[in-house]
């Protein structure tokens, strides 16, 4: 018999093709899985990628909006070879972030027009502005510096302290003007010794410039840099950054200013589901960070030295750390060269 097709009947028709693209799409804009790409500036055991695992893997125990989240990584790549990996990635079409953990953004720059549906993820210095699907991040120590800074003033007898950083980079020297801010603000004629050994990873050269330091009468010193032993060997009190690494020198790392990566992931997971739907990005040209007080930073435990370090200058930490914490005292952000 044939079918006679009425006009009612076509627009109850294309209605119900309507209600069915319009399920579709939402059932298109709720993903389930999310899979990352990571592409590795340094090895698992450095603090700036081991911070990222260790919050990736805690962002994935919370599930945030349901999803499961899983990801693989390099070994560490540069250049071309970086380059290479994020196009085999990108090409494979299994990953939806690629996260490149560094200055990535010039083999990004080669690769983002050409995949749109892909967002790309770098952090750090020295990265370029792309926006479109580039989002870049940014990590902001001079909080929990200025608190360690806080701490070097209080516990310096010889009125000397000493900074030994990587490159004289924009996120090094927050740092450093942090820690000194901090060191001024509780010992105004305090003096201090800093130098860059133009590396970060040359830890022979780190201890050389740290044991000048020390030789010209700094009594704390704030490593930028991962050795610890010219500390242990004069018998000072020193401190890390970017994660707790009171374990490598128990003896002589008071705390350490630390990143957390969690608030972070869970921005760009964000941004990830609220653009993928329609899969136009709108990344960031301004680097994106968060505080202290967003979780994005803080001070790590005193460990062996709490019962060393007198109380007062502990509730005196804790008071500011609260301070800026709320808001009430911001602490100066200056990225100038310290000389």
């Known amino acids: 018999m044939p079918i006679n ?78 380059e290479n990996a994020m196009r085999f990635y990108a090409e494979g079409g299994e990953y939806d972030i690629i996260w490149a953990h560094g200055r990535y953004s010039d083999q990004v720059k080669k690769l983002s027009a050409e995949f749109p549906d892909i967002m790309f993820v770098v952090t750090g210095s020295g990265n370029l502005p792309l926006g479109t699907n580039q989002y870049w991040l940014y990590k902001r120590l001079h909080e929990p510096s200025y608190l360690l800074g806080m701490l070097a003033g209080r516990t310096t007898r010889s ?16 740092q450093i003007n942090a820690f000194l801010d901090g060191a001024r603000a509780v010992r105004p004629d305090v003096k ?34 991962d050795n610890f032993k010219p500390c242990q060997e004069h018998k000072i009190m020193c401190f890390a950054n970017i994660i707790d690494q009171s374990k490598l020198a128990p003896d002589a790392i008071a705390s350490s200013a630390i990143i957390n990566w969690q608030p972070d992931i869970k ?16 990344g960031n040209t301004e680097p994106k960070w968060f505080s202290m007080g967003q979780g994005g930073v803080d001070i790590a435990p005193y460990h062996d030295f709490d019962a060393k370090l007198p109380a007062t200058v502990k509730e005196e930490l804790a008071a500011t750390r609260q301070k ?8 100066p952000l200056n990225t100038a060269e310290v000389k």
């Open 5 to 82: 097709i009425t006009r009612r009947t076509a627009i109850l028709g294309s209605m119900g093709a309507l209600l069915v693209s319009a399920l579709d799409q939402s059932f298109a804009a709720e993903p389930s899985a999310l899979r990352i790409a990571l592409i590795l500036e340094s090895r698992t055991d450095v603090g700036w990628t081991r911070t990222l695992l260790d919050s990736l893997e805690q962002v994935k125990q919370a599930r945030p909006d349901g999803l499961d989240i899983s990801w693989d990584y390099t070994d560490p790549l540069w250049n071309d070879d970086a």
């Open 267 to 282: 921005w760009i997971v964000s941004e990830w589901l609220k653009h993928k739907p329609r899969g136009q990005y709108n």
């Open 324 to 331: 800026i914490m709320s808001g009430e005292f911001v602490v």
């Open 192 to 225: 201090h010794r800093v130098s860059f050994i133009g590396s970060w990873s040359d830890n022979a050269l780190a201890a050389e410039h740290a044991n000048v330091q020390i030789a010209s009468g700094a009594d704390v010193v704030f490593m930028l840099t």
């Open 159 to 174: 009125g000397v302290i000493g900074l030994v950083g990587t490159f004289a980079a924009d996120d090094v020297n927050d």
